[in-house]
């Protein structure tokens, strides 16, 4: 039982590996096909893009953490931090718009690629964030920018 134990060990260490390499193989070619196939700008959308009565449409998710959103958040919005958006993703759904958007963009981008990479193609990132969406004017940013349309 002696030698058969480390010899296990190894075993299983060595199919682990194999599993992980497999896996994350499969991660980056997902990433790789993604990224060659995404329209420039991905998934971003400026504030002035959205007319007011679109906000009721989508589901708006703040990826800031729970003390941020308790603050201040887009009216409607569900809070998910950031690197909890697939491992909460089955409370997001793939028929309609999903905004993410953080303070200025960037962890709601890693956000948006994980979803995408994982086959949610309906998100948007709100470009500049919630500092840019209230710079702008929040909820009325897009009448006062003189109606842009939304680029969906």
Avoid at 29 to 36: F, S, T, V, W
Wanted: glycine fraction near 10%; charge should be neutral; hydrophobic fraction near 45%.
């Amino acid at each position: 039982m002696k030698r058969f134990f480390p010899a296990l060990c190894i075993g299983l260490s060595l199919i682990a590996s194999s599993a992980w390499a497999d896996n994350k193989a499969a991660a980056v070619d997902e990433m790789a096909g993604y990224l060659e196939f995404v329209d420039y700008g991905g998934a971003t959308i400026f504030p002035e893009q959205i007319p007011k009565s679109e906000y009721a449409k989508m589901l708006i998710i703040d990826t800031r953490d729970a003390g941020q959103f308790a603050k201040d958040h887009i009216p409607g919005a569900i809070n998910i931090e950031w690197r909890q958006v697939l491992a909460k993703s089955s409370q997001i759904p793939k028929d309609k718009t999903v905004l993410l958007y953080c303070n200025g963009g960037t962890l709601s981008s890693q956000a948006g690629f994980a979803l995408r990479v994982a086959g949610w193609d309906n998100v948007k990132i709100l470009d500049g964030g919630f500092t840019a969406w209230k710079a702008k004017g929040g909820l009325d940013a897009n009448a006062q920018a003189g109606g842009a349309q939304p680029k969906h």
